[in-house]
């Protein structure tokens, strides 16, 4: 199954790669797009992972909201992270596949076809990336570089996400902002980045993620401690175990 789901990714991610010329069509907010490729690409995600596992459902970007999430095979899918990436040719956007069982993440994978990074794991059997086990950053927030997005589709966002940038900057030694929660979340698992956070995401952009991190020894949850919400999406805390305390309290200061 996991081979399987990876092959698809991949085949995904050269759609990606081979597409230069895209249509892009606004959604709500501001800066929130959507391109004929993100549209092509699931459906063909859609349809293999359909002939994989028959009978499972789906959360996806272009789809209609579900009251609950499915019991049972339920996968969680977003064709194109990184859009705006996508749009602008800045070559740092990924195909993101997880697999929910009754709610609780099972399996993910997450494919950057520019860099061929592979990040994978499945629940109690490790995360890797490219074949390589993962293994999420031990160090605390002071020696930590943290990654964040701005949740630019919603201003009302937009102090809370800054007044927090800025008690974590006072503490951490550099920031760093890619457009794709993915990447960023597979980042902090494989210890290139420490800490990563956002305001408002979609379950599609951190359900494989998070599993990963889960698998590489990594914290990840909502900003102010809850469960992710696979569900509505909501906001995101994503950190080594060293960082992920200091930084929630660093929130938790905020909204007091
Ligand atoms: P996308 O590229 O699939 O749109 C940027 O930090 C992150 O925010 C990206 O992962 C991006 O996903 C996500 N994002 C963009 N628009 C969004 C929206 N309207 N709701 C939630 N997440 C969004
Ligand atoms: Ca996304």
Not at 48 to 72: K, N, T, Y
Not at 134 to 148: G, I, N, T, Y
Not at 153 to 158: E, F, P
Request: overall charge negative; hydrophobic content about 40%; glycine content about 10%.
């Amino acid at each position: 199954m996991l081979n399987k789901i990876i092959a698809i990714a991949q085949e995904a991610g050269r759609i990606l790669l081979d597409t230069s010329q895209v249509s892009v069509t606004a959604k709500d907010g501001v800066g929130n797009f959507v391109t004929d490729c993100d549209v092509r690409v699931q459906k063909l995600i859609y349809a293999r992972l359909r002939e994989l596992c028959p009978g499972a459902s789906f959360i996806g970007e272009e789809d209609a909201r579900h009251d609950a999430v499915p019991a049972g095979a339920c996968f969680v899918v977003d064709p194109i992270d990184g859009t705006q990436n996508f749009i602008n040719g800045y070559r740092h956007s990924c195909v993101s596949i997880g697999l929910l069982q009754d709610g609780s993440p099972k399996l993910g994978v997450v494919y950057d076809p520019y860099q061929d990074d592979l990040f994978y794991a499945q629940r109690g059997k490790g995360a890797f990336w490219n074949g390589h086990p993962l293994r999420a950053s031990e160090k605390p927030l002071s020696q930590s570089v943290v990654l964040f997005g701005t949740s630019s589709y919603d201003r009302a966002l937009t102090d809370l996400t800054f007044r927090l940038l800025r008690a974590i900057f006072d503490q951490a030694l550099d920031l760093r902002s890619s457009g794709s929660a993915a990447l960023d979340i597979c980042y902090v698992a494989s210890a290139r980045c420490n800490v990563f956070f956002e305001y408002h995401l979609e379950p599609w952009d951190y359900c494989a993620a998070a599993l990963i991190l889960e698998e590489a020894g990594g914290r990840i949850t909502q900003i102010g401690g809850q469960p992710l919400d696979f569900l509505q999406g909501g906001s995101v805390l994503a950190a080594g175990p060293y960082s992920y305390g200091t930084v929630l309290e660093l929130a938790q200061n905020l909204s007091k």
